[in-house]
DNA sequence: CTGTTAGCGCCTTCAA
DNA sequence: TTGAAGGCGCTAACAG
């Protein structure tokens, strides 16, 4: 079946093409009731306007470029769901990009989004991306870009984040006064500024202790447990005296719970672990992990809104325009059941 | 900055445009040393085609629409994560589309893709859909679909499903041979083709068995764990002697944990729980979730292979080309630690 | 209030 | 092997 277009809804119509259209973008020089007897076949006919044309013309695409690291994962899970929510409201296609924790990949899905199929990005970027020279070109392009949790350095735009000195420093010090004398950090790459920022908060809480703090582990981005959970063994090995964990994300944390339980060191008598996590059931592991909960959804959204206002103002994304969200931290004991 | 287009190519090679374009797309009738000079050109003032002007041209958008119920579940990010995978293999854009389980959202999302903005559509239908006939569009504009686990009936299109028959009776008989007497069949809407076959194979092992199958509770599509819950714990109130549950999603299963810890059952010494489920964390959870695992990467993977098949040859979509793959049963048990 | 006209950037016959 | 020209479907400036 041949899809209707304008120029068959004008034959129908008797009308010149130009009228359909605007009768049908509602603008302000067409007759109401002309409005209406166009509306009224377009729905008859089924008709849809072509997305291509009228980019082309207008130079909007309608739709915005998610570019994540991945999405097994609940953290951006949540985030794809607040960003999609504010796509929706806004009438916009949500493009989505996987990186894979991967740079290359990263360069090339930004390079192909420059070339306009995007009205804006938002982005998280890669443990790997050692800079941020490749978003130059999104910059050079005018692509409006607003960063959520992993931001790129040297960038000037809007950067949703949450707390996370702070929250690394309370993460720390729950542990301390939980009785922990030695706590290792794990990250899983140290080019993130997120996780150095969770350092810095990590080791001002064990000064501020007056523990030492240097334990930290980088486990080099990897998506694989199994390897994760070795590196972790064998710092636990190398070092019998840690008796905390501090992870930054929940696949750190649950590597550390097969660590623990490979090596006979009980968790949390011996060792206990919190995490950076958004892992629903939490409450339901074995320990229950104490994690500390990013606003997840609420960050999608925010970066999504800040987005949005500068794609429909026509403007570029100023720095100013950043947020930080508070995570909170959730305690779960042992129900010794 | 200008975009570099075309036009501006060809100018600065001293070319037609037409010559550049071909050059671009590798015709056989332009010469080698003219490519190179032209790609050259092309790497070097950053051109990148125009998606909406060849969109336009060539009706190919390049792109295809992943629609799904929500993200925030296990399997739905792993499929994704498959999908993804095959659509940059093949130089394709994933747009995502969450339903939130509401067929009204479907019909809207389906009747704007039918527009042309995609090649293709990989789909899970929502709970909620009562038919398919909001799908018709789709087949009527040629647009090619396929359907992954929760499938549409009535549209004569190929279909990636996992083995629910067999896999709803391996888990009532795995629970049987645990020793309970009265199971529980929680699902969490009467419409999904999937939960029916399910029933059937929680009904025939039942009966294989020779007990009764009667305490099947249908959760309405929600996505509310608390109220979940409230129902599971009604169920187990009003029927004291459920000692087994299986649970068709994994958040009935986290719901059915709640629900017994609130009535101070034990799990799994009093209830035993088994669930459809991709949880990574299954296994941590106390106690441990015996789980039937679908292979959701391969899904996703598998369902966008015989799409972009279908879109690259320009040919419908058959229900021959249908495939149903193997879900697992990970069977878990306490440590007793 | 409505119609005519001119492209948006690209691909693709047709002609040279 | 390259160039010229038309048009994909839509929007917007300019007439009337």
Redesign the pocket.
């Known amino acids: 079946m041949q899809?209707t277009?304008?120029?068959k809804l004008a034959q129908e119509l008797?009308?010149?093409?130009?009228?359909v259209?605007?009768a049908?973008?509602d603008s302000y020089?067409?007759?109401a009731d002309?409005k209406e007897r166009v509306k009224q076949k377009a729905q008859e006919l089924g008709y849809e306007?072509?997305p291509y044309?009228?980019g082309?013309?207008?130079r909007k695409s309608k739709t915005i470029g998610l570019v994540i690291p991945e999405v097994a994962n609940n953290f951006f899970s949540l985030a794809i769901d607040g960003v999609e929510e504010i796509a929706r409201a806004n009438d916009y296609h949500v493009l989505i990009y996987l990186t894979h924790e991967s740079h290359e990949r990263e360069a090339t899905i930004i390079q192909h989004l420059a070339g306009g199929r995007v009205d804006g990005i938002l982005m998280s970027v890669a443990s790997e991306s050692p800079d941020a020279s490749h978003l130059a070109t999104l910059v050079e392009s005018n692509v409006p870009l607003v960063f959520f949790d992993r931001v790129g350095e040297g960038i000037a735009t809007a950067r949703v984040t949450t707390d996370d000195y702070a929250s690394g420093y309370r993460a720390t010090e729950h542990l301390v006064e939980q009785g922990c004398r030695r706590v290792a950090y794990l990250l899983i790459s140290d080019t993130l500024s997120i996780g150095q920022k969770r350092m810095e908060g990590y080791r001002a809480a064990l000064q501020a202790h007056g523990l030492p703090a240097d334990a930290a582990l980088i486990v080099p981005g990897t998506l694989d447990r199994d390897q994760n959970t070795r590196r972790i063994r064998e710092l636990l090995e190398q070092d019998p005296a840690i008796d905390g964990i501090f992870a930054s994300v929940e696949t750190l944390a649950i590597s550390s719970y097969e660590a623990c339980q490979q090596l006979g060191r009980r968790v949390p008598e011996e060792v206990k672990i919190i995490s950076f996590s958004n892992l629903a059931t939490a409450a339901y592991l074995n320990p229950p992990l104490t994690t500390i909960r990013q606003p997840a959804y609420e960050m999608g959204k925010k970066a999504a809104e800040i987005l949005f206002r500068a794609i429909s103002r026509n403007r570029p994304v100023l720095p100013t325009q950043s947020a930080e969200l508070q995570s909170t931290l959730v305690v779960r004991r042992s129900t010794g059941g």
Request: hydrophobic residues 30%.
């Open positions: 899809r277009n304008l120029k008797n009308l010149s093409i130009s009228t259209s605007r049908l973008n020089e067409i007759a002309t306007p072509n044309a009228s082309l013309r207008s």
